[in-house]
């Protein structure tokens, strides 16, 4: 995973989230360190696959993927893109349906509190635009981040950002607030 420089957060506790943008291709992974609205570090990247493997293996590939980060990383929350599907692409909403599956179950092994959200409201939080495109998602990201370099791929773009509203939440006693 790529990282960032490390900006301290003075006198608060840092938290750590780890953002989950998931795709069979291609799985989006993000971590972002800090408290609330400050962020101290930010690492991302992604799990690829390849499509002449079977489903399994791949699924397989992205959950081990996953687990590793989850055990080096020891995020205290996960957050996951929620399952969509298209109308004309429905088999991939299914496909979608199964690597959030593989995600989840990876956090609920390491006893790490999940939570869903939904893409057009990551979209709202992150741009003011529950229809922003791609590039205004990481536009908004990168701007959250202070980060020079645009973050690419797209999913390691996404995957941050959703860490960055899990953090945001994180102080949130309605959200569940810090242990």
């Not at 291709?25 to 800090?34: F, M, N, Q, W």
């Not at 408290?35 to 992604?46: D, Q, V």
């Not at 973050?151 to 309605?174: F, K, N």
Request: charged share 25%; hydrophobic share 40%; net charge positive.
């Amino acid at each position: 995973m790529a990282v960032s420089a490390v900006r301290p957060v003075q006198g608060a506790i840092v938290f750590t989230v780890l953002g989950i943008d998931p795709g069979l291709a291609s799985t989006g992974l993000g971590i972002v360190r800090g408290r609330g609205s400050r962020i101290a570090s930010y690492a991302y990247g992604c799990v690829q696959t390849d499509s002449r493997s079977e489903v399994p293996s791949r699924l397989d590939r992205i959950y081990s993927a996953v687990s590793r980060v989850l055990e080096d990383e020891k995020p205290g929350l996960m957050v996951v893109e929620d399952v969509f599907s298209l109308k004309r692409y429905p088999k991939s909403g299914i496909h979608l349906g199964k690597v959030v599956g593989v995600v989840l179950l990876a956090a609920c092994r390491r006893r790490i509190p999940a939570v869903e959200i939904p893409v057009r409201e990551a979209k709202k939080v992150l741009t003011g635009n529950g229809n922003a495109s791609k590039q205004q998602m990481e536009r908004s990201v990168r701007e959250l981040l202070k980060s020079p370099e645009p973050i690419r791929p797209s999913h390691a773009s996404d995957a941050v950002g959703l860490a960055v509203i899990g953090l945001y939440r994180s102080v949130d006693p309605a959200y569940g607030g810090l242990p």
